[in-house]
């Protein structure tokens, strides 16, 4: 008996554990006993690990009915940090956030232009202890550091195979490096990956729920968890919806596929269909020297204050982005889907109006179900902060994350 217990008690039944606590407290012993089927000896021994390893504490207690008061598990908000920094071609974003996903320190430092990779490392050492020095976090309190971008990612050697923009990153062992200059865990994922589990764990969402996240920078990204864990796919490179055909034989991408849905929405060609407009840059100041995420954001603006070239722009990038909700919905059958990434800060309203008027029309289960459309609330940071629950993840609840870089 002690051994079937013992491994009840293993990563899994613990990780479930902490997902119902997380999702569903203030919660009872008694309650994780009928939600998990899991015995209460168990339950006992995997919540005291718990506590005394300070991820879950105790609260309150319930109204007695005529029994004994039932003690209340809650997910301790200061059991440990999660650093996250997203990575962009001309700036990094570094997001501290606690157990729950809180956030509780960010910082944007501009990346200088041509700035070679070693350079590079140690500029993204020094903005993670800048940060957590700055917070006054002691080094045993964060569980480690993800580092995300737009990928491809090898995920299990730890390194970015081809960022755009940052292709001369090909070759560096990213999370060794940092491993091995901050001593301590990190994770190198894709930005798309990391707002899925971010928007996940910050949100509360149960793991009975079947949840998607549609990231959009200058890619085109989504993610899908299933049962409180995130898919990943053979090579950790699951979800590249932006590489899914929408145009037969169309404009050719870098990933080698032609039509690719990101060579049609994503913002960076909005701001190119921009700037070929006639009149239209012009008209909204959008400067040729500027980045497209600037241009973009200028014309997402436009088009939520009526410019009516801006808005045509940015209802048909919805559309295209619409059609591949309803791809990725049916591919998985979601019952929640969350718009995240710096693409949907501005004109987010106008691409939830499209997915969530697609979704009900053409969803494979819609006679059955609806699909919950919601943006995130902070659809910038999203990835960062996602970088800093897959950590967490990781740390409190093993079993659920991937390989992750340790310090020698």
């Known amino acids: 008996m002690a051994r079937r217990e013992s491994a009840a008690a293993g990563p899994g039944s613990r990780a479930l554990i902490v997902d119902l606590i997380r999702s569903a407290g203030p919660i009872s012993r008694a309650e994780l006993v009928t939600a998990t089927g899991l015995t209460q000896p168990t339950i006992s021994i995997i919540v005291r690990r718990l506590i005394d390893d300070g991820v879950v504490r105790e609260t309150g207690a319930t109204v007695s009915t005529g029994g004994k008061p039932r003690i209340l598990l809650v997910i301790n908000s200061h059991a440990a940090y999660g650093v996250g920094i997203h990575v962009a071609a001309d700036a990094f974003t570094c997001v501290v956030t606690d157990t729950r996903g809180g956030t509780v320190g960010r910082q944007l430092v501009a990346r200088p232009a041509g700035e070679k990779p070693d350079a590079a490392v140690d500029r993204l050492a020094a903005l993670y202890r800048d940060v957590t020095a700055g917070l006054g976090l002691l080094p045993q309190s964060v569980a480690g550091l993800a580092v995300v971008g737009p990928g491809p990612v090898d995920v299990a050697q730890g ?68 049962d409180g864990a995130l898919h990943r796919g053979a090579g950790s490179n699951a979800g590249k919806i932006g590489h899914v055909a929408v145009v037969r034989d169309g404009r050719p991408c870098h990933c080698g596929n032609r039509g690719c849905l990101e060579e049609y929405a994503a913002p960076r060609v909005l701001a190119e269909q921009a700037r070929s407009t006639p009149g239209l840059a012009a008209r909204l100041d959008i400067r040729p020297v500027d980045p497209a995420a600037r241009a973009f954001d200028i014309l997402a603006r436009a088009a939520i204050y009526g410019d009516v070239q801006a808005h045509a722009l940015l209802d048909a990038s919805a559309r295209l982005l619409a059609e591949g909700a309803v791809t990725l919905a049916n591919l998985w059958d979601l019952d929640t889907l969350v718009l995240a990434g710096p693409g949907f800060a501005v004109a987010g309203s106008i691409y939830v109006t499209q997915i969530r008027h697609h979704l009900a029309e053409r969803a494979y289960s819609r006679q059955i179900h609806a699909v919950q459309v919601d943006l995130s609330s902070n659809p910038r940071d999203a990835a960062a902060i996602g970088g800093a629950a897959l950590v967490l993840q990781g740390a409190v609840a093993p079993g659920h994350g991937p390989k992750v870089a340790a310090p020698e």
Request: proline content about 3%; some cysteine.
């Open 159 to 226: 390194r970015f195979l081809a960022l755009p923009g940052l292709e001369d990153w090909a070759g560096i062992d990213l999370g060794a490096a940092l491993a091995e200059q901050l001593g301590v865990p990190v994770l190198i994922d894709s930005d798309a990956a990391a707002a899925t589990v971010g928007e996940f764990w910050g949100r509360q969402v149960s793991r009975e729920r079947t949840f998607g996240c549609l990231y959009m920078n200058s890619a085109i990204g989504s993610g899908v968890v299933l």
